[in-house]
């Protein structure tokens, strides 16, 4: 029998080292998130894991290359394969990046930044809109991680997430930790980014670790969450209590035991904002 859809907790992305731990037997991890493009054009081994992994567990999908910011067309065949694996798998939902990998009919195999203005909205809303037209489901858009700025750039990296989720009419998949990374090497403050995006949208959060460069940090996904990310965790949850969060690891993959540790941190702060906003609750009615 199919796992159940339910989101909530934290959960832990899947990766084919873990799949001795999480598949011999449901483990205490409430949901998995799975990359789908590692399933998506193929019929062999790594397939028949994904399936013995929705049996054990609910899934979503996060995905790396629809390129939703180029000014190329979207790639149709690359669309039709993800939607032929979630009719199969039946993720909860579909999440992507802002950002895009390929242009002019290259594929640059990097989720490479947008500039922040008008006509980049209308580019990446019109593709989010036809991607949930072709999946016939809402998607959930990330906000990437970025190491340039642009001079065109009319707005904040909020603002701008904020007008593409309003045309869009989609979703958001806050990650913390880009976040944090965005803030550090552009010099603004995380806490107004939170408090102009529209939070009602925010359906799942990232953590993962970076690599500290000095006077700058690039999203790596192979190290420990830091404690800045952390303290930023904390007071984002604070605001949004509840949602669904991953921990990411995808570089230099750890045992199992390190990621459930990361995980369990994760959950006792998640679980905190939720008893929280919940006793506020009680003393407001």
Do not use: K
């Amino acid at each position: 029998m199919s796992a159940s859809t339910c989101i909530e907790g934290v959960g832990l992305g899947l990766r084919s080292q873990h799949y001795e731990e999480l598949l011999s037997s449901r483990r205490d991890v409430p949901w998995l998130e799975v990359l789908a493009d590692n399933y998506a054009h193929g019929d062999g081994l790594p397939l028949r894991h994904l399936d013995r992994a929705r049996a054990l567990y609910p899934v979503v999908f996060h995905g790396v290359g629809m390129s939703l910011g180029s000014t190329d067309p979207l790639d149709g065949d690359y669309v039709a394969a993800i939607r032929r694996l979630a009719r199969r798998i039946e993720p909860a939902w579909i999440s992507e990046h802002l950002a895009w990998v390929s242009a002019g009919g290259r594929h640059h195999h990097e989720l490479l930044p947008l500039p922040f203005c008008e006509e980049a909205v209308g580019t990446v809303a019109a593709h989010v809109r036809e991607v949930q037209d072709r999946l016939g489901q809402r998607i959930l858009v990330e906000n990437a991680a970025g190491y340039l700025r642009f001079a065109c750039s009319r707005m904040s990296e909020a603002e701008f997430i904020a007008a593409v989720v309003a045309e869009a009419d989609c979703d958001l998949l806050l990650d913390v930790s880009n976040l944090h990374v965005n803030a550090r090497n552009h010099g603004y403050d995380p806490l107004v980014f939170l408090e102009t995006i529209p939070g009602d949208r925010v359906r799942q959060m990232h953590l993962a670790g970076y690599d500290d460069h000095g006077s700058h940090l690039i999203d790596a996904h192979g190290s420990p969450v830091s404690e800045a990310t952390w303290a930023l965790f904390i007071q984002v949850q604070g605001r949004f209590p509840g949602v669904p969060t991953c921990i990411e690891w995808d570089r230099d993959v750890p045992p199992f035991a390190v990621l459930a540790g990361e995980r369990t941190r994760a959950a006792a702060i998640v679980d905190a904002a939720v008893d929280a906003a919940q006793r506020e609750a009680c003393l407001a009615s």
